[in-house]
Each structure stands twice: as C-alpha cells, then as structure tokens.
C-alpha cells in the first residue's frame, strides 16, 4: 500500500527529535491545511484535529519514507507513531537509530 | 405499555429493557451499556428541551463517531425534534450555511471541533444552546450563544423516562446533507417510518443478530454510517466506532480483540485493506459479514475480501440518501453475477424507465425508480429540486424516486448499475459536486475559470481533479489553489491533481466541455 519512496536512503543521523519535529512541521503546515499552524500543539491528535484523514497519512508515510529513508510497515500504521509531531519524531528516531 | 406506532428511538429503549447491562457501544476504552445509553440520551433530551428545543426544531450534531455522538442522535429524537449529523470534517464557512439552511435551533458538537463551530455560531445567531463535549476552553472563545458543557446539559436531568412523546411516525426524524449537482447541500428530510423501514428490510437481508458486533466506522453523517448505530439499537448488537481507517493497523486491531461480526466498508477502504501486507497475521474468523456500498466493489477486490475474510458473506448494495438503500446481491450470487449491485432489498420495488417514461426490459439502459417507504419526505424546503426526485407513482397520491442513475437489468431481474446521469464526482465513496470545488476556485483573485472532473483512481475510486485558467500576467501555483481549497471544503473535495490551461474546450454555447477534460 506504500506509496514508494524516492529511493533515498540516507544513512546519517537525521539530528534529534526537534529537529526532526520541525520537519514534520513545516511538511504538514505547508501540504495540509491548518487554520492556525501557530496553535498547532506538537502533541496533537492530526486526526482529531482534522489535519489528516485516510489519505493524508500515505502522504505523511511517504513523506517520512523519503526524507527519513525510514520504511514504514503496514502493522506500524498506528497513532501511537503517526498520531502526532511528537510521536513521529520519536518513531522516526527510533526508526532510524 | 408498548408503544402503538413504534419511533425510531424506541429500538433502543426497548433494547434497553430487554438486555440493560449489554455494552451497546464501545470507542477506544471506553464501554457504554444500553442501560447508559438509554439513561444518558433521556437526560441530555430533557436538556434540550429545557433549552428550548420543541417538537419538529432541528438540531445539529457536529462530531465524530463517539458515545456522545451516538447520543445525541437517540436524544434529538426523544426531545421530538429533528437530528442532523454533520461530517467532522466540514469547515465554518460551511457548518454555517447548513445550520443557517435548517434554521438549527441547537448544536451538539466537541471541543476539539471548536475552530469551526466557533467561526459558525458567530455567523449564525438562531442556536438557543451549543452543547459541547471534550475539552473545551471556553475563554478562548468569546461571543458564543448559551453554552454548556455535556456534563453541565446532562447534571440533575431525569435518567428513567423521555420528555412527554409528542411525533408520530409520519414526522421527520433526520435531515442528512448530501452534495447536488448545484453545489448547494441538501437536506434529504427522512421520516421515522421511511428510517425504521430501511432498518427492518436491511437487518433481515444481513440476517442481524444480537450476537452482532459491528465495526462503526463510517462516519454518522453518511447514511450507510449511521444506520449502523440504528441496526445495532434494532436487534440489541454491539457497535464498536472508530474514527476512521486513517490507522488501518489500529482497526484491524480493534477487529479482532472485539470479535467483530460486520464488517461495513466502501470501496477505498477495501482498497487499502486489499494492499495491507502481512494480514495473516489476524485472525478475522469471526467476521462473517462484509458489506459494500457507496460505489461498486471491482471483481478483484471482491477476490481479495474472500481471501482475508474467509468465513465471511460479502454484500454488494448500492442506494442514495434519498432512500438509504435500494438492492443488494445477495451473496450467493457474487460469483455468477460479480458485478451486479442485486435485486431490490426487502419491501421494495425496483424498475426502469427510458427518457419517456415507459418502462424499458431486461438488457436494455434506464433510469432507476424507487418505490417504497424507505423514500425521503423530499429536499428541506428545495421544492423544485423535490418535484424532480421524487413524481407521481401507481398509486393516487403516491411518489417515487427517480434516481437520476442508469442502470441494466437481466433476465433474471438482477440490477447492473451503468452510470450516473449528473456529473457528481464519487471520491472515497463520498460525493463531490464539481459546482461547489469549482466555486471556491473561481472566487480566487486572478483565475478566470475552472473545471473540475473526477479522474480514476486506484485508492479512491475517482480522484477530483481541477483544470484552471488564470487571468492574463497572474502566476498561481498548483499547491496556492489546493490550499485554498482546504480552507474552505471537506478534505475529500479538494482536488488531489490541479492543471493549468490557457482555455478550456466549449460547446458552442459557450458551455465547458468537461469530456474533453480528463
């Protein structure tokens, strides 16, 4: 179901969680519509908030595929990994550490 | 005493008596029993008529799928009045335009939606209460009407017993808004004898048991949605919601630690499910149901559903909101007929009629007429739009619904949907009017005109797509106009592809060709 990625697989580290959060943020802020980018918590529900929705997640994965070099499985599809900026960053670290 | 006339909020207070301490509704960890639900839908029912709710006032819930959201809708009911769901997913702009359309007289929604409910009251002063569940910082938001809090509305009401039951089952029961080919929503008014009627004929068909545990996860708002709560009420089911199929892992999950019997989907979802890998790792043995609807399943992921679901029946249906349904294939008949939508469901009656209104024969195109009493009461106050819909039938008096879809019949009375006779895009199983993206997009400074048609997709069935002509010297980007959109419209309507045109092909009329555009 992924959409492939570009193919890059980076192999350095990809900074810390913040770094990585601020990404994550500025890729949503900039493909998705969010009436307040400011007021976005960084633990926010992006379902609940609306910001996402079925398809906008294969965005995200892809997204995270190619600028991460992460691969992520059809069982890691969870809130607890996508759910928020904070538990992407922390997925995303933990991914590629 | 047994009511005479049954109304629709009586299937769950006579669930209620019959099995109390059976959790009717479950979402993330939380566990409603039907003795709650009946308890909890009378308390916020008297709320809204202490408020000032009377019999016949809409009112508005404007949530997810959730416990309060499945209340609410039992409550509006018990209060005598008129319950519209709305998608979670609409903007303020919108959200007030179809309380302004109904004349809402209240709105039930949660905190977490207050970026558009808050923008919406402001621009709509008839709300006699807003009711808000969840967490909610009323501070940050000043000038809103009466507000209380869900449990403020429910403190110190009355749990045993409804307000004094004033409707009979010719009144309207729910408006649903649903998406026509002017790009202004309409409110298909649905009685509570046309609701109990779809319930009843769709519950035998599926043969619905109390054993039933069904997936909630499409949204309230669509009526294939919500009748999933109103089964669920009808034969004493357990109802397990989910937001949405965002988190495929998380439902799967959810399918198998619940036990879940019914499976009800549209075609993205079995999409996504069909390419999910590793799926054997579930064991979904005791789904025995899966139902499709909102768009035709293609044969190969009818394939694929019988590989991961292999002790399940698959249902093919096809219906509108003006009716709810209209057939169903009956599953023994999937593998000789795989893509037919059925034969009429349960107390129906189904044919087709050329342009000049004869009835036409097996093999030949028509357009599908409803006759039954599953039909809407008509569009809330669309007259005109109503007298197209819905015409004079057999009987003096009596009205049947043109579908406006054309479809083929076989020898055998089986149904084939061919196409549909407006240019209504079906994206995600939801509908999309070119009029209302087009809209958006053309009250953007510097485009001249724009276009907008629905494209194949593999995922969504059809993904919207927007040709734009911009006004001489204005530079736009493709992502500056889907931006736009999101502001303003659902997700599913904004357009996943936009191209840039120096003109678009007319007729000579000057009219677009749209299927010149692809």
Not at chain 1, 33 to 55: H, K, M, N, Q, W
């Amino acid at each position: 179901m992924r959409v492939p990625n570009g193919g890059r697989r980076l192999t350095k580290d990809h900074g810390n969680e913040m770094e990585i959060a601020e990404k994550v943020r500025s890729f949503l802020t900039s493909n998705f519509y969010i009436a307040d980018p400011a007021e976005l918590a960084s633990d926010a529900s992006l379902l609940g908030r609306g910001i996402v929705d079925s398809t906008g997640i294969l965005e995200v994965v892809a997204f995270l595929e190619s600028e991460f070099g992460v691969t992520v499985a059809d069982e890691e599809m969870l809130p607890s990994n996508l759910d928020s900026i904070d538990n992407i960053a922390a997925y995303v670290r933990r991914k590629s550490s | 005493m047994r009511n005479a006339v049954p109304l629709l909020q009586d299937y769950l207070r006579d669930t209620a008596s019959r099995i109390p301490e059976k959790v009717a509704l479950v979402h993330q960890n939380r566990r409603l029993t039907y003795r709650q639900f009946e308890q909890d839908s009378n308390a916020l029912a008297h709320a809204l008529v202490r408020a000032g709710v009377s019999r016949g006032d809409r009112v508005v819930v404007f949530a997810d799928n959730s416990l309060e959201s499945a209340i609410a809708f039992m409550a509006v009911l018990k209060a005598n009045a008129v319950v519209s769901m709305v998608n979670p997913l609409t903007k303020g702009e919108k959200l007030a335009v179809l309380l302004r359309d109904c004349r809402a007289r209240a709105l039930v929604t949660q905190g977490d939606l207050a970026a558009a409910f808050s923008l919406a009251v402001r621009d709509y002063p008839g709300l006699a209460t807003l009711i808000v569940a969840g967490d909610f910082d009323v501070s940050r938001h000043p000038g809103l009407p009466p507000l209380q809090t869900w449990q403020s509305a429910l403190a110190g009401q009355p749990t045993d017993h409804a307000p004094p039951r004033k409707n009979i089952d010719i009144d309207l029961a729910s408006i649903i808004y649903t998406s026509g080919t002017t790009g202004d929503p309409k409110g298909v008014m649905l009685t509570h004898r046309g609701m109990m009627t779809v319930a009843t004929s769709v519950a035998a068909y599926l043969e619905n048991v109390e054993d039933d545990v069904i997936l909630g996860l499409l949204p309230f708002a669509f009526t294939y949605g919500i009748y999933q709560l109103i089964t669920a009420c009808l034969v004493g089911a357990r109802l397990v919601l989910e937001r949405s199929f965002s988190y495929p892992a998380q439902v799967l999950g959810t399918v198998v630690a619940e036990g879940i019997t019914g499976f009800p989907g549209v075609p993205t979802i079995f999409a996504i499910l069909s390419s999910i890998k590793n799926l054997d790792q579930y064991d979904f043995s005791t789904v025995r149901y899966v139902t499709n609807a909102a768009a035709a399943l293609s044969t190969k992921h009818i394939e694929a559903l019988k590989q991961i679901f292999p002790r399940a029946q698959i249902f093919s249906m096809y219906g509108q909101t003006e009716c709810a349904r209209a057939t169903y294939l009956p599953p023994q008949d999937v593998e000789r007929k795989p893509s037919s939508i059925g034969i009429a469901i349960p107390n129906t009656e189904l044919w087709l009629v050329d342009e000049h209104d004869r009835k036409v024969g097996p093999g030949e195109v028509g357009q599908l007429i409803v006759r039954g009493a599953t039909l809407m009461r008509g569009y809330w106050e669309k007259p005109e739009e109503t007298a197209k819909k819905l015409r004079p039938g057999p009987l003096p008096g009596e009205v049947v619904l043109y579908t406006g879809d054309c479809c083929r019949m076989d020898e055998e009375g089986y149904f084939y949907f061919v196409s549909r006779m407006d240019d209504i895009i079906k994206s995600a199983g939801e509908k999309v009017a070119p009029k209302e993206v087009e809209h958006v997009i053309v009250n953007l400074p510097g485009v001249k005109e724009a276009a907008v048609v629905g494209v194949p997709d593999a995922i969504l069935g059809q993904a919207v797509k927007a040709f734009v002509v911009l006004e001489e010297g204005i530079s736009m980007t493709e992502r500056q106009v889907v931006h736009e959109c999101q502001k303003k419209l659902e997700n599913f309507m904004v357009p996943k592809f936009v191209e840039f045109k120096t003109e678009l092909p007319k007729t000579m009329t000057g009219k677009i060709k749209k299927t010149e555009l692809a």
